[in-house]
């Protein structure tokens, strides 16, 4: 492995940790901020009970991750020929402490890239939350899972919150499961009483043809709201294009010019979010869109 390499990785490495530790900060504080209306829970582990949502148990379920990438490496090495008996194996088999080392990341990044969509969704979930009143009894509440409906007011009104909701399109007749929902009634989300949708994004990059398809979920869906959380920056031609179709593209805090501020716990992740969300809810900026493009080709059929 050349220098260029181990320097690469070993950014990447130094990066992920950052971004790990302003996670573990924002969304301990979070669950502790949101009780006692909803009691926070992860598991950290399939098959495991649920534990509640701590610092600790948010390190235990990258721990527990990256023994899944290890074995899951080690897997597509075997099949490859190299039949490494475990992963400490493959790390020793070279004498280079830099080898080493960039061995050890590789296997910590696959890891935070499995489990950074989870963490990025709870945030969203959680953020969201924290701008809700609630309207019932304490819950335990699923961060990494299948949530709602969760009765709460916004503003003035009462709604129900979700998260990854199965949604058939009564429109196209397609399936659909958006991370986070906001619906004007307890029943089961339909087109007819979605408000508000939020669907978070890993990709390193959000094309022209991503941000069309999330326009047409959006326009199946009926919601007057769309806001797409994007984890990497996005270029400004994307984030404008985003609103003149309604789509409301926010980055996230770690991929900003203000990242330094969130790392050093200057600022708080989960609460940039926070108002990021409700001011993109507020906006309904997809109905308004839809509003104005329908006048427009109003004045051009006549």
Known sequence: MIDKDLALTQKKCDLAAEDLNAFY??????????????????????????????????????AYQVGVAAENFLARERREGKPWPDIRSFIESSSDPKEQDIRKNYVRLLAWGSLKGKFLEALCLMATLSRLIPLEAQKNVDAFGTVGPLKVRDQDRTCFLWSRPIIESQHSGLNAVPDIVITSTPDRVSTTNILSIIECKCRQTIHAADLRGEFGKAYDLGSPSYVLVSYY??????????????????????????????????????????????????RRTFLAALENRAADVRRRAT
């Open 233 to 282: 920056d996005v270029q400004e031609i994307i984030v404008a294009a985003g609103r003149e179709l309604g789509i409301d593209v926010q980055v996230f805090s770690l991929s900003t010019s203000d990242r330094e501020q969130f790392v050093r716990g200057e600022r708080d992740i989960g609460e940039d979010m926070a108002v990021k969300l409700l001011n993109a809810r507020t």
């Open 25 to 62: 900060r924002s969304l301990a504080s979070l669950a502790e901020r949101l009780k006692p209306a909803w009691r926070f829970q992860i598991s950290c582990e399939p098959g495991q009970s649920h534990q509640f949502l701590t610092a600790d148990s948010l390190r235990n379920a990258f």
